[in-house]
């Protein structure tokens, strides 16, 4: 366990549904990530909060809909998906202040 | 910009072999510099890091050294162990008012017994 939890580990989901991922960490840190991992591709940036503002959104497809309520929880609600959104979500958090990221283990996305 | 760039695996090798995965960067600034590692199944976890140059990193018998001059973080072991099978991913950080970190593609080691 890293501190940084995140639920649920698998989902499997179709292209009409509307689901929602979790992220929750306690570790005190004031910023929060979300990640896509892909086959083969660098991990990508998706949205960042710092202070539960998003400071970021890497031209991400509106089917995905951040949400941060406070700084220990991140949500990514999801969409009418496309197939080619299966992948892993990783959520992170971190200080503001200081390097390095605290990583969750990660939703492993599967859109049919 | 910013960008990360390691070699390209799947990297295998017998217990016991010594270990090099390539790591080389650009970056605008003095960023600090990561290497993470994924388990089957995991999320990433903090492997090392360094934040200036010279400094070297070290963790479970891993170490990488910051060298400016190359733009280079190599990661390097001198015996790994079938437990040392994982992704390894290169990253950067610029720290501006939160933490963005760029990553490598992953190189993917597979040690055989």
């Known amino acids: 366990e890293t501190g940084v939890t995140q639920t649920p580990r698998h989902l499997v989901m179709g292209m009409t549904n509307k689901k929602s991922l979790k992220c929750e960490q306690h570790?005190?840190?004031?910023?929060m990530y979300w990640y896509k991992q892909s086959a083969k591709k660098p991990l990508e940036l998706m949205f960042v909060y710092s202070l539960e503002e998003r400071v970021e959104n890497n031209s991400v497809p509106s089917r995905f809909s951040p949400e941060c309520p406070n700084s220990s929880h991140l949500f990514l609600h999801l969409h009418t998906l496309q197939p080619e959104d299966s992948a892993l979500y990783l959520c992170?958090?971190?200080?503001?202040?200081?390097?390095?990221?605290?990583f969750g283990s990660g939703t492993r996305l599967t859109v049919v | 910009g910013n960008s990360v760039t390691q070699m390209e695996g799947p990297v295998t090798l017998s217990e016991e072999a010594f270990l090099t995965i390539n790591c080389t960067y650009t970056?605008?600034?003095?960023?600090?510099l990561f290497w993470y590692v994924q388990y089957p199944g995991e999320g990433l976890q903090l492997l090392l890091k360094?934040?200036?140059?010279?400094d070297k990193g070290s963790n479970k018998g891993f170490e990488a050294t910051y060298r400016k001059e190359t733009t280079s973080f190599h990661l390097e072991k001198g015996s790994v162990q079938v437990s040392d099978s994982a992704v390894y991913f290169c990253?950067?950080?610029?720290?501006?008012?939160?933490?963005?970190?760029?990553f490598g593609s992953g190189t993917k080691l597979n040690v055989k017994p």
């Open positions: 360094a934040t200036k140059a010279d």
């Open positions: 570790l005190g840190h004031n910023a």
């Open positions: 970056a605008t600034g003095y960023p600090s």
């Open positions: 990253a950067l950080s610029t720290k501006n008012n939160f933490n963005k970190f760029y």
């Open positions: 992170a958090s971190s200080h503001r202040d200081s390097y390095g990221y605290t």
